[in-house]
């Protein structure tokens, strides 16, 4: 039922929105180490999703096939630099900048389609892009520099969704796909810090080492839960929904953790939200039909 769906994308979104907060309790974990732990477990949860699913001879398929695997590395490069980003800022009380980010991005796509492919833009579009851009540089004049974790966030989450669209493999399969192909660089990784007695699993103690383990169930999680809900309601509004993200990044920064939010960050977000209005506005009234996967 589209009702149902609906109540699945609310909760996917929420579990994506409060991430900060579980991410934040891994506090004694550098962003690296975080990581590599989120890369190894999402492919313990996922292969687990994807074997009930019946979703592994794609698996096989995928790895198998050079141009789905050429995708496949350069997204996991880009989906473990988002990652570490977004890490990054929760560690270091810059979460309002990384939902800035997640805030910017649908307008990105739209520039990329313009001055990359060559699209041709509607009125409406061309005035949710120009107002983006006008509240990224009044936040980059409020910083006194670019908003540097907002545009990495941004950009590598653009270039993630664009190869996510040219090849074969949907989003559970890409996913697990990835973080097979980084496993071995995170597990040499993790390897190195246990020798040196600098990681956290095992050596952390029980609550850190089940933290790690969570990572790859908060990844898992929200991932089938909003595939779920985009084929019972459409990627219209599942793609609405997905702001429910951002939107509570940005109050766990600025209301739980007291991160600066003055009248000038105000201003700059006004305007990208109503950026993100036009453009939803422009858009809510196409039919969509349900997620490829």
């Not at 039922?1 to 579990?15: L, R, T």
């Not at 989450?157 to 996913?175: A, C, D, H, I, S």
């Not at 660089?185 to 390897?191: D, P, R, T």
Request: glycine residues 10%.
């Amino acid at each position: 039922m589209p009702y149902s769906g609906f109540i699945i994308g609310v909760i996917a979104s929420m579990i994506w929105g409060i991430t900060p907060i579980f991410f934040k309790l891994m506090e004694d974990f550098s962003p690296q180490e975080v990581v590599a732990h989120r890369i190894i477990w999402t492919v313990a949860a996922m292969m687990v999703f994807a074997y009930f699913t019946a979703r592994l001879p794609r698996l096989i398929h995928a790895l198998k096939t050079w141009r789905e695997m050429r995708s496949i590395i350069l997204s996991g490069i880009l989906m473990a630099t988002n990652w570490l980003t977004f890490i990054y800022s929760v560690a270091n009380d810059r979460i309002v900048d990384a939902s800035l980010g997640y805030y910017i991005y649908p307008l990105m796509v739209v520039a990329v389609g313009v001055f990359g492919l060559g699209e041709k833009l509607h009125r409406l579009e061309w005035l949710a892009v120009s107002l983006a851009f006008l509240g990224v540089m009044f936040k980059t004049y409020e910083n006194g520099g670019a908003p540097v974790i907002a545009l990495v966030v941004s950009v590598t989450f653009v270039g993630y969704t664009l190869l996510n669209k040219t090849r074969e493999t949907g989003p559970v399969v890409g996913l697990l796909a990835e973080a097979i192909i980084l496993s071995p660089v995170a597990l040499v990784f993790l390897g190195f810090l246990m020798m040196t007695g600098e990681g956290q699993f095992i050596q952390g103690g029980g609550i850190n080492t089940g933290l790690a383990i969570a990572t790859g169930i908060v990844t898992a999680v929200p991932l089938a839960l909003f595939i779920a809900s985009s084929r019972a309601i459409g990627i219209a509004v599942s793609g609405l929904l997905f702001y429910l993200a951002p939107t509570l990044h940005l109050i766990c920064g600025v209301l739980i953790y007291q991160e600066p939010f003055n009248r000038l960050d105000a201003f700059a977000f006004g305007l990208i939200w109503l950026a993100l209005a036009v453009l939803a506005y422009k858009n809510f009234s196409r039919k969509s039909g349900p997620a490829a996967e």
